[in-house]
T-cell receptor, first 113, second 112 residues
């Protein structure tokens, strides 16, 4: 399966700042997704990262707060903007393999003070 | 909209027991269903993928079944070991979607 690298693995940020998370895949993939896992919760989809066009956001998530870039078929970024303590979560990217399975990066553990 | 439910929420068993984790989903028009494992503070590891045309899939001591008509999947773990202790997540896409909807997970603890 594809090897997915996420950076940073963790960060502690001040409220009001922004952080950009990178997701790099070692092969070209069509579908990339960004999920959030709040403390003690399961995963919730933030958006589908579309190559060459704007991301498709789920209800409750907006582009101004979570801008996403997908410049090519191996790379995507998620920015968490104007952070507040409620944004403290694990953020994970995933890719869809040819057999339809999804595989995840190790996640970015974000804490906001 | 797809909804995925997992029971039980938590399970503690002695080493060596066989166990079954349950998953139900509301939208049966799925093209696959996937089981994951998550260790504390870690990302997700894919365990098994079942295509909609399959009834079950096996990997080592793990066996997953899928019954689309009833909206259910089970993950069977044979001869459980302390190293199996983790949270197990079931996930399925909704109609016309590729992104996954996750259940809340079953937190498994296997006592030595």
């Amino acid at each position: 399966s594809a090897v997915i690298s996420q950076k940073p693995s963790r960060d502690i940020c001040q409220r009001g700042t922004s952080l950009t998370i990178q997701c790099q895949v070692d092969s070209q993939v069509t579908m990339m997704f960004w999920y959030r896992q709040q403390p003690g919760q399961s995963l919730t989809l933030i958006a589908t990262a579309n190559q060459g066009s704007e991301a498709t956001y789920e209800s409750g998530f907006v582009i101004d707060k979570f801008p996403i870039s997908r410049p090519n078929l191996t790379f995507s970024t998620l920015t968490v903007s104007n952070m507040s303590p409620e944004d403290s979560s694990i953020y994970l990217c995933s890719v869809e393999e040819r057999d339809g399975s999804q595989h995840f990066g190790d996640g970015t553990r974000l804490s906001i003070l | 909209k797809q909804e995925v439910t997992q029971i039980p929420a938590a399970l503690s068993v002695p080493e060596g027991e066989n166990l079954v984790l349950n998953c139900s989903f509301t939208d049966s028009a799925i093209y696959n269903l996937q089981w994951f494992r998550q260790d504390p503070g870690k990302g997700l590891t894919s365990l098994l993928l079942i295509q909609s045309s399959q009834r079950e899939q096996t990997s080592g001591r793990l066996n997953a079944s899928l019954d689309k008509s009833s909206g259910r999947s089970t993950l069977y773990i044979a001869a459980s070991q302390p190293g199996d202790s983790a949270t197990y997540l079931c996930a399925a896409p909704g109609t016309g979607r590729r992104a996954l909807t996750f259940g809340s997970g079953t937190r498994l603890q296997v006592q030595p």
